[in-house]
């Protein structure tokens, strides 16, 4: 009796401390911090799986039912195991089974107002229902709403099998940002899939899907694709490359850049592209980029196709075939600051760009190259030496005459610019401790040949190889306070394995040049001498006026130049020849060499110029000092020179040039004019007139002007606040207007124009000048906050034609953008249109972007 006594008492005392602990847990319910006042531990039984963590909960109503062994929250409720967190109006937990069963605020129409909300790995989930087993941590969702990078999944069914697989039944994924951010409850875009799997990685996942179809505004689109699959990572992946397209007015319909990318390993990626037009054109580039991180970067592209025209059969037809190879290499400043190597090769066929059908040259008017530069070389410099090495090789192809010009190899050596006399300490004094010395070494190999020539015997023979040093030597000092005196020297030194024999053919009546397998040198050298000085004058306007004062800075200059004449025989830098007259005529043997030529004719000349700086303050209040400098001219200078030593001609052209800027600087003008002060005398008939010992006849030999101003909408206002005028804003996608109270928008309409002109006039001897004087404008309008129209042209005032002209339109489609290009007139009529996908990761699905290292693509 005892015994059973005692047994009743212990089983009261476990009901009453039991009682106890959940009093205490429902009057601390709303303690999230602290663990005990929150948790509950189900009490373990030697049959059932043990928990791995603590179960935390919370909300404003707690019930738990022993019995059934259920807990239910209602109204903010809210659980937390290990990395999870559920979030939700109503939720259950049957301790028994291991099951977490969330639901969303419903309204009165059973309608689900605010979703259930999970986080988990730093992932937010957005679903009506929610099922979890946190003992087999399967969960099964309903409408689940699942963002991913820069997307979102809504699924009408989602099962979790494990933290790092997902299934998913009639999913949409979309990027359009208004939904992400829940500004708008339906995507302007989606692509729906049946079936979806979601992977998750520790660094990446992605996305495998079944059929799937793009909808727009909800409208299905005939793009449908057996499977997809979209990876969410950093890392490159491969794909195909969706091609734009449009049409050429020469060349037809086309597909341009249909391909495929593949990256390799973590330095490189491949991508091919192709080009393909109605007429029967095509095209394929293949591209590899290579970069490795605070090393280098680089790639190798090719251009290899086939330009047909016209029809077949008929005398418009042709057929050509077309190739460009380029390389591009740049080292990393940070790499090695002692040794660069870069490149930068570009080799085309001679009629790459007049039948290019890669429409990317058209619209960056790479079609109007004449000429084709590349080169590659490598620098090295020493810590402790004052020598900078380069090494070079370089081509250059000319596609109207269609000679290659090849230096291969270059070198060259540059030492630092040293003082001669420095001093031990102290500042540098007189001519002798501030003379200064610059010197170099360059080594060089040359050849010019035709395009069947390159790499031939031909070649090799006619491959000219000359070595040149340069040294310059420069002092100066102060002379009476206000002048300074400076004194200079030019030694020039070459040697070269060719020279120049040239006469006259009197069967073939023509002058021909032969070059001689000779080594031969030269030394020449110049000395010169000047003084120059800086004056001011200012003049001060009275008080009050709207003109303050106006400076004038004027900076003269002397100078005095010395140099022998090298072309004396006694030199044997030049020879002479009889022409078809009988008449001697001299040449330099060094002429189409690569060092150079000595100069011919003694100087012993005293040249001046005059520098001139002119500015005006002004008035203005919008100026914290209450005035305002103006540049009249920023410089305008005047130069010339008379050689006592010359036979004839002694006065040199006069050269006036100058520059300056207009409104706040944004117009910038330079000009220049050269003037001959001898007179010109033509003779009956003859268009090429005879330089005459007539002084004081002067005539313009060429003028030139250039002017460029940009302009724009803040250049005639400050940007105006539509939020501090009217009332009301946009909503959705409509942001960016502004409404009065009639209900018209408003909004800002930035726009640039960029103008500018050039005029050029050239004479020397002849009759007639040669005149250039064009324009071009360049501007870009922004209609509507989503709608920009882009143009440029030139205009040509001596053939009274337009040059090239572009036009272009775009728009921001919310998720989308939308660009169209187009060339009406000229050599190449083509339009082109674009439309992509705003976010990194479709960029691809929709329209050609170039790819790169750092950016995510799609892949189907």
Known sequence: MACKRFKNIVQILIILIFNNFLAQEKSDKLLVNKKLQ????????????????????????????????????????????????????????????????????????????????????????????????????????????????????????????????????????????????????????????????????????????????????????????????????????????????????????????????????????????TDVYTKGSWGIRPEVNYVKKYRYSGSFQSDFGTTVRGINGLSNYSKTRTFRISWRHTQDPKANPFLNFSASVDIVSSKFYNNTINNNYIFNQNVLNAQQNSSVSITKRFLTLPITITGMAGYSQNFSSGISNIRLPQMNVAINQFYLFKPKSGVRQGLLENITVNTGLDFNNYVSATEDQLFKKEMWENMQTGVKNSIALGTNTTVAKYFTFSLGANINNGLTTKSLNRYYNPIQNKVEDVMQNKITGYSYFNTTASLQTTLYKTVIFKKGSAIQGIRHMVTPQVSFNYAPDFGDSKFGYYKNYYDANGSLVPYSIFEKGIIGSPSTGMVGAIGFSLGNNLEMKVRNKKDSTGFKKIKLFETLNISGNYNFAAKSHRWSPFIVSGQTSLFNGKMNINTGLTIDPYEIVFTDGSDVGIRTENFGHFNIQSFNMQLSYPLSNEIFGKKEELSKTYGMKGKIRNENYYFDDDHYAHFNQPWTLNISANYAYSKSTSRFGNTVATVGLDGSLGLTPYWNITGSTHYDFVTKELAYTRIGFSRDQRSFTINFNWVPFGQYKVYDFFIGIKANILKDAVKYKERSFTQPNAQF
């Open 38 to 273: 929150d948790t509950i531990k189900p009490t373990k039984s030697p049959n059932k799986e043990a928990l791995d963590d603590i179960v935390r909960y919370k909300a404003e109503s707690i019930r738990n039912d022993i019995n059934q062994k259920m807990t239910f929250l209602k109204t903010k409720a809210q659980v937390r195991y290990q990395d999870m967190q559920v979030d939700a109006d109503y939720i259950s937990i049957d301790w028994d089974k291991g099951v977490i069963f969330a639901q969303g605020k419903l309204d009165s129409l059973g309608k689900v107002t605010e979703p259930v909300i999970t986080l988990q790995g730093g992932k937010k989930y957005e679903t009506d229902h929610f099922n979890f087993n946190y003992k087999t941590k399967k969960a099964l969702a309903y409408n689940a709403r699942t963002e991913e990078s820069e997307g979102v999944i809504v699924a009408n069914k989602t099962k979790k099998y494990n933290d790092s697989v997902f299934y998913m039944r009639h999913g949409k994924y979309t990027t359009d940002e208004y939904f992400l951010k829940k500004k708008d409850s339906i995507p302007d875009y989606y692509m729906l899939a049946s079936s979806i799997k979601l992977v998750k990685g520790k660094n990446k996942s992605q996305i495998i899907t079944g059929p799937i179809r793009l909808f727009v505004e909800e409208v299905p689109t005939p793009l449908i694709m057996p499977f997809a699959i979209l990876p969410f990572s950093d890392k490159r992946s491969a794909g195909i490359l969706i091609p734009s397209f449009g049409e050429r007015q020469d060349v037809g319909f086309f597909l341009n850049g249909l391909g495929y990318y593949q990256p390799l390993g973590e330095h490189f990626d491949l991508k091919v592209l």
